[in-house]
């Protein structure tokens, strides 16, 4: 199945460009020229990949990024005449997953590409956190979690292979004051599981905690 890939630009030659190249090499490619548009494309379309230019018409690039990554799992690279490491520094501390510089070589970013979906592939293969409506998108078919739920599910999800203990769960995800203990967190798991039954993703390491990695 072709990767779903994003291109957010508005110089239409760039568009027309970067369309051409990538669907040669087997994308599927959407085009917007607005920031504006992005959130709904990312919705409907269920985007693997974004490439974001930081100067965009209605809205900066960085406001942009900000809006994908408060909902979305999914990774973005940045592109941008500006370069310097400021800039940089900046972007990355927002959430960009990679950052290019204009002028780029087209190979250069297919591979920067590559690499950015195959490493967020191997840790959260076919997984997507969808935030602003509490769901997670499991190889495109939709789980709605509750608001609990998908707190615990995106804090394991956000250390692959760490093994979080139910402590650090409860303090992280219920907070300081909650007046319960951690068999709270062991019934929540048990709710997730339930739900995402389809696939393999929370696992239990006895006496210690629970770990993310999906499994098929």
Same mark, same amino acid.
């Given at each position: 199945m072709n990767k779903k890939l994003l291109i957010v630009e508005n110089d239409t030659n760039l568009q027309t460009l970067l369309k051409d190249y990538f669907s040669s090499h087997s %994308? $599927? /490619?959407f085009l917007v020229s607005k920031g504006s548009e992005v959130m709904d494309v990312i919705t409907s379309k @269920?985007? #693997?990949g974004v490439i974001l230019d930081v100067m965009l #018409? $209605?809205?900066d690039g960085w406001s942009v990024l900000r809006k994908i990554k408060q909902s979305f799992s999914v990774p973005v690279i940045m592109l941008t005449a500006r370069s310097e490491a400021s800039d940089k520094i900046f972007g990355l501390? &927002?959430?960009a #997953? #990679? %950052?290019l510089t204009k002028p780029f070589s087209l190979k250069e970013l297919h591979l920067r590409i590559e690499h950015m979906l195959s490493v967020i592939h191997s840790n959260h293969t076919a997984f997507q956190l969808i935030r602003h409506t509490y769901e997670v998108? /499991? $190889?495109g078919n939709k789980t709605k979690l @509750?608001?609990?739920e998908f707190e615990v599910l995106q804090y394991l999800f956000e250390h692959p292979k760490e093994v979080i203990s139910r402590e650090r769960l409860l303090e992280t995800c219920w907070g300081? &004051?909650?007046d319960g203990d951690t068999r709270t967190v062991d019934t929540t798991i048990k709710r997730i599981r339930h739900k995402l039954s389809h696939v393999s993703c929370i696992h239990t390491v006895f006496g210690v905690g629970y770990y993310f990695e999906v499994q098929r």
């Amino acid at each position: 199945m072709n990767k779903k890939l994003l291109i957010v630009e508005n110089d239409t030659n760039l568009q027309t460009l970067l369309k051409d190249y990538f669907s040669s090499h087997s %994308y $599927d /490619v959407f085009l917007v020229s607005k920031g504006s548009e992005v959130m709904d494309v990312i919705t409907s379309k @269920t985007i #693997d990949g974004v490439i974001l230019d930081v100067m965009l #018409d $209605d809205l900066d690039g960085w406001s942009v990024l900000r809006k994908i990554k408060q909902s979305f799992s999914v990774p973005v690279i940045m592109l941008t005449a500006r370069s310097e490491a400021s800039d940089k520094i900046f972007g990355l501390e &927002l959430g960009a #997953d #990679d %950052y290019l510089t204009k002028p780029f070589s087209l190979k250069e970013l297919h591979l920067r590409i590559e690499h950015m979906l195959s490493v967020i592939h191997s840790n959260h293969t076919a997984f997507q956190l969808i935030r602003h409506t509490y769901e997670v998108n /499991v $190889d495109g078919n939709k789980t709605k979690l @509750t608001k609990q739920e998908f707190e615990v599910l995106q804090y394991l999800f956000e250390h692959p292979k760490e093994v979080i203990s139910r402590e650090r769960l409860l303090e992280t995800c219920w907070g300081y &004051l909650f007046d319960g203990d951690t068999r709270t967190v062991d019934t929540t798991i048990k709710r997730i599981r339930h739900k995402l039954s389809h696939v393999s993703c929370i696992h239990t390491v006895f006496g210690v905690g629970y770990y993310f990695e999906v499994q098929r």
